[in-house]
T-cell receptor, first 113, second 117 residues
Framework: RKEVEQDPGPFNVPEGATVAFNCTYS??????FFWYRQDCRKEPKLLMS???SGNEDGRFTAQLNRASQYISLLIRDSKLSDSATYLC??????????????FGTGTRLTIIP | GAVVSQHPSWVICKSGTSVKIECRSL??????MFWYRQFPKQSLMLMAT?????????EQGVEKDKFLINHASLTLSTLTVTSAHPEDSSFYIC?????????????FGPGTRLTVT
């Protein structure tokens, strides 16, 4: 099983719709997670951090299911500007001596007018 | 706060030449810097991790003699692609992490697009 797996999409969603995609992770000891968004030819930008069961920020909700080892990202009332690739990222486990972020392959989202 | 810059933002070079990419943390001290490479429609792949004042740790499959990394100060790391070939054409992104409030998140630079002809 890959360390971090995402459905690559693409997801083509009409403007105003709700869209959700998942990310599964293999290391049950992972304690926190990030969702980044990356626009074409740009660097990744942190969207949300997930530490406990979930996090909500405006139209974006991230949820963590530890039992099934997945994180989801829900986008409500989607806007054209939400079109991007969404990367699921697993940070290092504290005190394990590993500094590496582990990136998923990303989910490509296109919002259609 | 937590701004990371890269220079140049894009570069075109001829096969066989060397290219140096700079990564700077502008408003914090970067104790650790990371270099990534991203090919079209793929995710970021970590190339190496460098701590200020020590040798970089390269990921498996990354040639340390081809991709020279220098992290000489707490605000600057450089990646030199030596004897570049067309297959080295890619998007190179650095990230930096500091201490204290800057210790948990990696802050990404805007990337450098390298095209080798």
């Amino acid at each position: 099983r890959k360390e971090v797996e995402q459905d690559p999409g693409p997801f083509n969603v009409p403007e105003g719709a709700t869209v959700a995609f998942n990310c599964t992770y293999s290391n049950s000891a992972s304690q926190s997670f990030f969702w980044y968004r990356q626009d074409c030819r740009k660097e990744p930008k942190l969207l949300m951090s997930v530490y406990s069961s979930g996090n909500e920020d405006g139209r974006f909700t991230a949820q963590l299911n530890r039992a099934s080892q997945y994180i989801s990202l829900l986008i409500r009332d989607s806007k054209l500007s939400d079109s991007a690739t969404y990367l699921c990222v697993v940070p290092p486990i504290p005190n394990f001596g590993n500094e590496k972020l582990t990136f998923g392959t990303g989910t490509r989202l296109t919002i259609i007018p | 706060g937590a701004v990371v810059s890269q220079h140049p933002s894009w570069v075109i070079c001829k096969s066989g030449t060397s290219v140096k990419i700079e990564c700077r943390s502008l408003d914090f001290q970067a104790t650790t810097m990371f270099w990534y490479r991203q090919f079209p429609k793929q995710s970021l792949m970590l190339m190496a991790t460098s701590n200020e004042g020590s040798k970089a740790t390269y990921e498996q499959g990354v040639e340390k003699d081809k991709f020279l990394i220098n992290h000489a100060s707490l605000t600057l790391s450089t990646l030199t692609v030596t004897s570049a070939h067309p297959e080295d054409s890619s998007f190179y992104i650095c990230s930096a992490r500091g201490s204290g409030a800057f210790s948990y998140e990696q802050y990404f630079g805007p990337g450098t697009r390298l095209t080798v002809t």
